[in-house]
């Protein structure tokens, strides 16, 4: 059976900037009726290693665990040293991960730049994979690529925004510790169908985001005319609580148990509060009891 995590999607900024302490989002978090926190690579406090352990066992003593660790490297500059870097970077947020009690660790493609052709992004993100594939392996940690939009501090979207070009780039890596985290939410902001893409990668899914996004105005239809080719975030629409948005979480969770899917699902809301939050924990329980009886 599936289990909960949450990440602190309302407190980002103020936990990467030291405003908020790594202890006040666990404290939070820990009324909630969940397994785990998904933790970022960037909390201020993630800076210092000495910290690693001591966080790990503030999360373990109440109760939880930090099952996966979101960070965006860069894999599609087109200066190998740039890459090299990046590589380094992602394999230190390895180490991390394995330090924090994690089983996975996020990477992306990185940003579609201009002047970027299809091979060549492709090239670039699956060699930059590959080449952490071994530290990942010996780390006991799986690689979970996103299909992303847009990291906070890029200028340009993900590479492999599109549902063809991620589907690609997962055909590329073929191993043990590599699979997919699906977000059905970001498809809607690459103007495509969060299904279409799932039922194309399913089989590869290990880890799952769970948003909501609804409209603010106009229809489906102008938002796929507006945003075709997304170069900024969708004006139409917004972050709601899960299950009172676009996506269908009855389909989502249908083809996830037929494809046997019995990992962790990061909870990515609550940017009205908490109880927001907590609404969306009630609504994910439920499915997840719905479409996994008694396990």
Not at 198 to 213: E, G, Q
Request: aromatic letters at 10%; a negative charge; glycine letters at 8%.
């Amino acid at each position: 059976m599936p289990k909960l995590a949450a990440f602190p999607k309302a407190y980002i900024s103020n936990l990467c900037d030291g405003r908020m302490k790594a202890s006040e989002w666990i404290d939070l978090a820990s009324g909630l009726d969940i397994q785990g926190l998904e933790w970022y690579a960037g909390f201020h406090e993630m800076k210092d290693e000495k910290n690693w352990k001591p966080v790990r066992e503030m999360v373990e003593n109440k109760g939880l665990v930090i099952p996966m660790l979101c960070c965006s490297p860069d894999f599609t500059h087109p200066h190998a040293e740039f890459r090299k870097k990046e590589i380094e970077k992602q394999k230190h947020r390895i180490v991390m991960s394995h330090a924090l009690g994690a089983s996975y660790c996020r990477v992306l493609s990185g940003q579609k730049r201009p002047g970027l052709s299809v091979e060549e992004g492709l090239s670039y993100a699956a060699g930059c994979i590959v080449a952490c594939l071994e530290c990942a392996e010996q780390h006991q940690i799986t690689l979970i690529l996103e299909n992303h939009y847009k990291d906070d501090f890029w200028s340009y979207p993900e590479f492999a925004q599109k549902t063809d070009l991620f589907c690609a780039l997962v055909d590329r890596i073929d191993h043990p510790r590599f699979g997919v985290n699906y977000d059905p939410s970001n498809t809607w902001l690459a103007g495509e169908d969060p299904i279409e893409l799932l039922l194309r990668v399913s089989d590869r899914v290990v880890t799952m985001h769970a948003s909501d996004r609804y409209l603010k105005e106009g229809t489906l239809e102008d938002l796929w005319r507006e945003e075709s080719g997304a170069t900024g975030y969708a004006k139409r629409l917004a972050h709601g609580e899960i299950g009172r948005g676009l996506n269908d979480y009855d389909l989502i969770f249908a083809e996830l148990k037929r494809a046997g899917f019995d990992g962790w699902i990061s909870i990515e809301d609550g940017v009205d509060g908490m109880d927001q939050l907590e609404r969306s924990v009630c609504f994910l329980k439920k499915k997840i009891e719905e479409y996994w009886p008694e396990e």
